[in-house]
């Protein structure tokens, strides 16, 4: 019971590790990524399958739909 109890808590924290893989490419996603939530920062490697918090994917996922409204908006599209 207590396992799983603590997996609860990881999971609400955002300590759980999740698998992301970056897009690359050889112009401008071909750099390693930083990312920083609250203090916390990590390096995440671009081209290949990575497990990192699930604070720091979720920073990566906010940030891709951010991106994605904004281009619709500046060409016109509905967000």
């Known amino acids: ?3 799983q109890h ?3 808590i990881a ?3 955002g300590e759980e ?3 992301v893989t970056l897009f690359k490419d050889s112009e401008r ?3 390693d990524l930083f990312v920083c939530v609250n203090g916390e920062s990590c390096l ?3 081209g290949v399958p990575v497990k990192v918090r699930r604070q720091f994917a979720e920073v990566i996922q906010n940030s891709a739909r ?3 409204f904004a281009d619709r908006l500046m ?3 509905e967000a």
Do not use: F
């Open 1 to 3: 019971m207590m396992k």
């Open 6 to 8: 603590m997996g609860n």
């Open 11 to 13: 999971r609400d924290t």
């Open 17 to 19: 590790l999740v698998e």
């Open 29 to 31: 996603y071909c750099d």
């Open 44 to 46: 995440i490697q671009r």
């Open 66 to 68: 951010q991106d994605l």
């Open 75 to 77: 060409h016109g599209g």
